[in-house]
């Protein structure tokens, strides 16, 4: 295990060098300090905001799996929404740049995703009924 462990950290390292030595190289990035700068603001974020939001709503949510999975799901295919749901209508001039209503497809997402594990909730729940009458 231990190196395993070692294997791992290496090829972290490795990878977090690489992506170093292409940040401050790429010709593309004018200003490397304030990607870096971008970069702590994003882990200071993450770390001090939504990490503990996460284990609170976890911690909250312990007896319930449906609902966990759903937050779970929500939570992912958000990461992916919000940015285009936020950026709707800045095409900048260029009308098949988001093209599409992510408002609305995002709110019938979570409305079908809620309406399913509302609906798996309730399907468990007379599963756990039959079981226990059966017996």
């Not at 609902?67 to 940015?83: C, D, E, T, Y």
């Not at 749901?85 to 995703?113: E, S």
Request: charged share 15%.
């Amino acid at each position: 295990m231990r190196i395993f462990r070692g294997a791992l950290l290496l090829g972290g390292l490795a990878l977090l060098a690489c992506g170093l030595t292409g940040l401050l190289t790429d010709p593309y990035v004018t200003g490397p300090l304030g990607v870096l700068l971008w970069a702590a603001g994003l882990l200071v974020l993450h770390d001090g905001l939504w990490l503990p939001l996460v284990c609170a709503v976890g911690a909250a949510v312990a007896g319930r799996p449906v609902l966990r999975g759903w937050l779970v799901v929500v939570a992912a295919v958000g990461a992916v929404a919000v940015p285009a749901v936020l950026r709707a209508g800045d095409d900048h001039g260029n009308p098949t740049l988001l093209p599409l209503p992510y408002l609305r497809n995002w709110l019938l997402f979570l409305a079908v995703g809620a309406a399913v594990a509302a609906l798996t909730a309730v399907v468990r729940r007379g599963v756990r009924r039959a079981r226990r009458a059966g017996r």
